[in-house]
């Protein structure tokens, strides 16, 4: 009997948590109609392929949502909960994200494979362990964004804006972050391998322990950039800016240093077999002018 009362209620239990967890009918059916629904609930919601372009979603509560596929342009997000939100092949073009929760939390990581986030608005946005692999971010906003552990490879990420982001142990293999900017930003222990840094401005940024084996810095300011035991094996580094430190097996073509109003210092010519004579004084060789013509009664 106590058995079976114990499992009555271990099943209401159950019960009670997925219901907690399941979104607000009404509040879907709110979304689908008007597009305008801040801080509704819709945790666990299929919007799998919707039509979401211009919707309010701010503050929303949407962890565990189905919006694989979805068509979120333009949408507002702006401190919305997406914490293990399937995200893959969504479009979120120009959408605010700004300060919204993207991460890992109980393992559960929002997954952003191959969306497009192009011009996206991701200040300060929490996207900590989220899967960001051939996502397209160009031009995106991300400044102060928390990117630790985000697998970021083979990504677009051109004129990106990562300035005092996180990316503490980040995965940007192969990807291409063509002047893209990342001042101050914290690359430490990052993966960097093949990544294309054309012109990306990582002045101040922290490199410290980052593999960039075979990356493409040409053209890079690396000014007051902190290189700790970073490896730079076989990277490209013609006309790299701010780099003051020996990187072996890079490949680097650097300008020469011109120093203005300098005096030349020519080397010496030798020549062979010549007899040297210890303490000896130079004697010149008088002017021999040919056919001179002498004056007579010049002197005084």
Known sequence: MKIG?????????SLLATSAQAANPQHVERLMKAKVCPGCDLRGAQLKGANLRDANLTDAQLADADLTNADLTNATLERADLTGTQLSGAILEKANLRAAKLGAVDKFVTNLKNANLKNADLQAANLTGAQLNLAVLDSANLERANLSGVDLTQSKLSLTNFSNASLIGANLE???LTNAKLTTADLTYSNLKTTDFTGANLIGANLSYANLNQANLDKANLTDAKLTNANFKNAKLN???GMNISTPNATSTLAPTIIPNATPTLAPTIIPNAIIIPNATPTLAPTIIPN????PNLLP
């Open 5 to 13: 009362i114990f499992a009555g209620l271990s099943l209401l239990m």
């Open 174 to 176: 192969n990807a291409n």
């Open 239 to 241: 006309g790299v800016i």
């Open 292 to 295: 001179p013509t002498i004056i």
